[in-house]
């Protein structure tokens, strides 16, 4: 068994009228993340840590946001050609453990639509992947609401 761990962090400012996309699941909220893809912060933690593990760089090595090809796109795309990625190299994944921080809205209820897009993206069990939730108590930008940040790590296998 050869295993590598990764590990991955996004961050993205939040603007009003903009949608938020978080693992996938459009949450209803009056902010939503600024970025030149959907800005899905918790999709791009996870492509970091993946890409990590298996010494791929990072994401925007691979999806510049200089490219105007990645305008507007949907992280999940970029998710899938993540594990293309991966397997090209021999991986496959043994879990995924994340983090949002977000003061509101709250996350919690949206966690199992989350998990079950992410897995069904990386052809996993719903199981391997776990989400968890958390603010930062009304502090800094992040409590302020300003800002969305997500954290990732992952665990993978070489065949």
Known sequence: MNLRIGYGVDVHQLKPGLPLFIGGVLIPSEFGALGHSDADVLLHAICDALLGAANLRDIGYHFSDQDPKYKGIDSKVLLHEVLLLIEQKGYSIVNIDSTV???????????????????????????????????????????????????????????
Request: some cysteine; aromatic content about 4%.
């Open 101 to 159: 921080v977000l003061e509101a809205p709250k996350v919690n209820p949206h966690i199992e639509k989350m998990q079950h897009i992410i897995a069904s993206i990386l052809k996993v069990d719903e199981d391997v992947i776990s989400i968890k939730a958390t603010t930062h108590e009304k502090m800094d930008s992040f409590g302020e609401g300003r800002a969305i940040k997500a954290y990732a790590a992952c665990l993978l296998n070489k065949n």
